[in-house]
């Protein structure tokens, strides 16, 4: 599976986020910055799923198996795998994220 990281050039630096993953967002002052962020981010987003996870189904019968996609299937229309793609969208975060510090 590939995600689809998004870096928004603003005054302050760079936005990021993971099209994909909800909750996986971030700010730099510079793209690397950023990016380092982002991986962080989508760890905690993960751990904390994780986590919710196991406490909301302690004591249930479940399965759990590993689910792998195709990386095809992550790979937005128009884009190519490995390349970046710059595109333009009027609103790709909900305005709290657009408020800097």
């Given at each position: 599976?590939?995600?689809?990281?998004?870096?928004?050039?603003?005054?302050?630096?760079?936005?990021?986020?993971?099209?994909?993953?909800?909750?996986?967002?971030?700010?730099?002052?510079?793209?690397?910055?950023?990016?380092?962020?982002?991986?962080?981010?989508?760890?905690?987003?993960?751990?904390?799923?994780?986590?919710?996870?196991?406490?909301?189904?302690?004591?249930?019968?479940v399965i759990r198996e590993t689910l792998?996609?195709?990386?095809?299937?992550?790979?937005p229309s128009g884009a190519t795998a490995?390349?970046?793609?710059?595109?333009?969208?009027?609103n790709p975060l909900p305005r709290r994220?657009?408020?800097?510090?």
């Amino acid at each position: 599976m590939t995600l689809t990281a998004v870096y928004m050039k603003v005054p302050e630096g760079y936005i990021a986020f993971v099209e994909e993953l909800p909750g996986a967002n971030t700010q730099g002052g510079t793209l690397q910055e950023a990016r380092e962020n982002l991986e962080e981010a989508v760890a905690m987003v993960l751990d904390a799923n994780r986590a919710l996870s196991a406490q909301s189904l302690r004591g249930a019968e479940v399965i759990r198996e590993t689910l792998v996609l195709p990386a095809a299937a992550a790979i937005p229309s128009g884009a190519t795998a490995g390349k970046t793609a710059l595109t333009r969208a009027s609103n790709p975060l909900p305005r709290r994220f657009l408020h800097h510090r």
